[in-house]
């Protein structure tokens, strides 16, 4: 009788190197499609391993195109100047960022210690200027925002001409058309970096100043839930809440005008708007709807970092899918509001809770890093709306414009093709383009670019069929860098669980405790906001990230399940104002977790348990 021994799986104590893995099937060379300096070079082996890396797959979740980098590229970059050359705070540098089988990872640059005193003052001096006048900057950083939107709409690209237009040359012009695509081309690309400057003027000095009330509440309360400290700042009369709050607009109008019957194929967006106008009663509906487009639907689904986001104003069968998805809602008696007033009642309970614990000075500093923290804190979410979704949607609005433009002159194979290439290619691509108009002779890209467009799409392609690790190599003994915590939710109990060191039980995912509440029901997991239309009522939705605009479909379900994020992130803050229950940072819930399964969201404790297949 033969004898069999378990033998336990080997505990980690590092994630794998980015040397050490393979590329998927049909992916190999994949690195060429990037610029130098995103990828892991091999003779920087000694210096990359020595450093942690995280996979930021809350703001990437899925392969970025060589455009696309753009997003992380400016984003971050941008992150870190604010952090390290001009707000100089005293223990966040920047975040260094490669590209990793396509996908994104993020490393903290860490302030080196006998520099930080010697900050303290100057970060003081430079912060302390745009919280007194947080108001009038806020009020010059929307104008210089719109400004730069009205920019970017200004942009038209345009095949050039047979010729140069008469009135040109009888006006002494002295230059053709081509000298302004290529000057559109560089302004795309410069107005882009401009908003991403504009995006974190404000937003580090929100997180900091959020921060600095969570450490005081930590000191002066020691057992007070994270969870709790959140609530404190709830309840806000957010600007990114507009556009969801537009589609129950419209659904009540519909409702109240007997247009209810016309949502039938909402797919079909030009029949349903134009039975709508012929609608005797369809006028008041019509107005609002084209009330709504500017700003409010120049919104996306996805994040705003991806080139094929999909915005409400370019795909009307988007919105009009959720208007109607409101409209059976309300016709089956639901509520579909988000109630301020409960979220503002329970802020100011737990707030007074806690304030009652306190007097004299503790009670008037208390009373004072809450105040700035509320001032502040709408801007954490607002800004999402007018970069990630207005301004970015207007910016791929004219890319996938110049796009077409050059397939149009047989660059690539489809009309959306340019994302396969980077950035400085593109502009190479245009320059060859506008020197075979000058000349009088064919571009040579068409016969270059749309078979290395197809070698690129096979390799994309391939690089999608794998999901990322959560981090590479050695993670520090202790996490201490603020950001990471706060929106990654990259916790020292989090990357043992990822590591399998971590104590919970089979069947058991922990978590971040992002938004009070339970729910138990049947999981719906989604990769994509393709996805969306997928969910049905008393689900339970489980996604490597959501996004702000999933806000419509937040009545029908019970709860959210997240793979990466913090107390900070978008996913826990917008389930806060919706009074969901979630879990965010679990690392790998959307992987498995399957559709169907039943489970538990305690968004109290942080775990999500599987009850039953």
Known sequence: MSETTDVAAPVRNAFPSPYDLAAPAGAEGWQD?????????????????????????????????????????????CLGQYNSRQ????????????????????????????????????????????????????????????????????????ALPDAIALDDVIAGKGLGPATGLMEDYDRLISLAYRAWQYHFEFLNLGYVAYLDLFMFCKEVFPRIPDQAIATMVQGVDMELFRPDDELKNLAKIAVRDGLADVFGDTSDAAGTLAAIAAHPAGAAWTRAWDDAQDPWFNFTTGNGFYAHDEYWRDVPAIPLGFVKGYIERLRAGADIDRHVDELVAERDRITEEYAELLDGE???????????ARTVYPYVENHNFYIEHWTMGVFWRKARQLSAVLHGAGFWPGESDMFYLRRDEVREALFDYVNGWMVGAAPIGPDYWPAEVERRRAIVDALST???????????????????????????DQIQNWLGKGDVPEGTLKGMAA????????????????????????????APVTAPSWGPIF?????????IGGMMSHAAIVCREYGMPAVTGTGTASVEIRTGQRIRVDGNSGTVTVLED
């Open 33 to 77: 499609l990037y610029a130098y300096n995103l990828v892991f070079q091999e003779n920087r082996r000694a210096v990359e391993e020595a450093k942690f890396w995280f996979c930021d797959s809350q703001h990437w979740p899925t392969v970025t195109k060589p455009f696309e980098t753009i997003g992380f590229e400016f984003a971050v970059g």
């Open 555 to 563: 009545g029908k379900i019970r709860a959210t399940v997240t793979d």
């Open 362 to 372: 503790a009670l008037e500093t208390f009373r004072g890093k809450l105040g700035l």
């Open 87 to 158: 707000l100089l705070i005293p223990t966040a540098n920047g975040i260094e960022y490669r590209i990793h089988n396509g996908y994104v990872f993020m490393s903290p640059v860490a302030v080196d210690p006998q520099h930080i005193e010697a900050r303290v003052p100057q970060f003081m001096e430079r912060a302390g200027h745009y919280f007194q006048n947080w108001g009038s900057l806020l009020e010059n950083w929307h104008r210089k925002l719109k400004d730069t939107i009205a920019e970017l709409e200004s942009i038209e690209f345009e």
């Open 466 to 492: 794998a999901r990322p690790q959560p981090a590479l190599n050695t993670p520090p003994e202790v996490i201490t860098e603020p950001f990471t915590l706060m929106l990654w939710g990259i916790t020292d």
């Open 515 to 542: 938004s009070p509440g339970i729910a138990e029901g049947p999981a719906r997991v989604i990769a994509t906001a393709d996805q969306l239309s997928e969910v049905q009522d008393g689900e339970i939705l489980v």
